[in-house]
């Protein structure tokens, strides 16, 4: 899989013994290269998951599938007290490596506290998989209850991740859960990433009707303070700057006017999928054919275990294929690998097999190579 994203038949990968890559060839003799590894499959890069709450692991099987957006909050709210500190930290040091060893390189993953730290160290300190942390939040204060109520969500997880060597901004829950003036403290975060018109519950919002406007209307006590903005990719383009590095997570709801208006807003914006989840809650599916014609950047993430049943990537890429049977699996193994990359500013040293970058190789297996489609038996290996 070159840079570009297309495939090169009998590809020859040359790596340092640090992981560097320093040339890639074809060759028509394969069986007389020597020191060489031979693999039937296609090779690509180490994927990014990039979207992923790895602190929420240990809610694997918890919670119940089809409950819809507003029930699957209260499910999780309810039921998270319901396993220790320990409990936690445990099932998010397991699921790490086990991103790790099915070929995940780098993962944007959301904090709303440390659970997950304790996980992302070890990865750093062993040079496992690399993290971009997203310290989130979200909440209805009153304007001069904003300020504080931000560095209370924040600090604590930028001060940890400092002590810790992390990498991590702050970020906006929602464009539907954060007040106005609490939004746009926000607005000059080096790098956002934030749940964009996901279920259907959203969707009548910004006309004071729906599940989620009953929902946080309850929980701030009055009205939102920024209805008058008119719709959710409305408000992006009305709060945040056009220079603003942004992922928009799910995009489920989202209709060709609200692509358009971001699009020709926005300098960089990444869509990233978590077809699986969207399934899993709303059994309903993201827009990946309408951002493919568009021509947007889009990556792939698997979101949590409250809202999915494994963290694996290769079966997100699955389930694109078959209920997508018009994009090619080149363009999703892009969206898989550079795509996700590039969202998380790591496309410089991970993401394509470029020389010079240490990308990590992973072995792609069960294609139907006549096709160029991905069987259900599809499984990915990683190999550096």
């Known amino acids: 899989m070159l840079p570009n994203g297309k495939l090169l038949r009998n590809g020859v990968l040359h790596f340092a013994s640090d992981g560097t890559l320093l040339r890639v060839e074809q060759s028509n003799r394969l069986d007389s290269l020597p020191h060489t590894e031979y693999h039937n499959g296609i090779l690509i890069p180490g994927m990014t998951n990039a979207h992923c709450h790895l602190e929420l692991s240990f809610f694997r099987g918890a919670i119940p599938q089809h409950v819809g957006m507003v029930k699957f ?20 040091i ?83 859960f954060v ?25 009548d919002f910004f006309e004071r009707r729906g599940g989620i406007y009953d929902l946080v209307t309850a929980s701030a006590g009055r009205e939102p303070d920024f209805l008058g903005y008119g719709g959710h990719a409305e408000r992006l383009v009305g709060s945040l700057p056009r220079t603003a590095r942004l992922l928009l997570i799910h995009n489920v709801q989202m209709q060709p006017k609200d692509l358009k208006l971001i699009l020709d807003y926005f300098e960089d914006v990444t869509f990233v999928l978590c077809p699986r989840s ?30 999915n049943t494994s963290l694996e990537m290769v079966e997100e890429l699955k389930w ?42 992973v072995l792609l297996t069960g294609v139907d190579f006549a096709s160029l489609t991905l069987t259900d038996a599809a499984q990915t290996t990683r190999l550096l």
């Open 94 to 176: 397991d699921q790490d490596r086990r991103m790790w060893q099915s070929g995940v390189q780098a993962v944007g993953d959301i904090s709303n506290d440390t659970t997950s730290f304790p996980a992302k160290v070890q990865a750093q300190n062993e040079g496992r998989t690399r993290y971009h942390t997203f310290a989130e939040y979200f909440g209805m204060p009153t304007d001069d209850e904003t300020e504080a109520f931000y560095h209370r969500s924040v600090d604590g997880l930028l001060e940890a991740a400092e002590r810790d060597r992390l990498t991590i901004t702050p970020t906006q829950h929602s464009t539907y």
């Open 73 to 92: 909050i209260e499910h999780v709210v309810s039921k998270r007290n319901d396993y220790s500190r320990e409990e936690q930290i445990a099932c998010a």
């Open 179 to 203: 007040s106005d003036k609490l939004f746009k403290l926000g607005a000059f975060s080096p790098l956002m990433s934030i749940h964009f018109m996901e279920t259907p519950a959203e969707v």
């Open 278 to 307: 969207n399934y899993y809650i709303d059994a309903d599916f993201p827009p990946a054919e309408m951002l493919y014609k568009a021509g947007a950047r889009v990556a792939i993430g698997t979101d949590s275990l409250s809202s």
């Open 320 to 361: 694109l294929a078959r209920h997508n049977p018009s994009i090619p699996l080149e363009a999703l193994l892009q969206w898989a690998t550079l795509g996700g990359a590039h969202g998380l500013r790591m496309e410089r040293e991970i993401g394509s097999f470029e020389p010079g970058k240490r990308p990590g190789a």
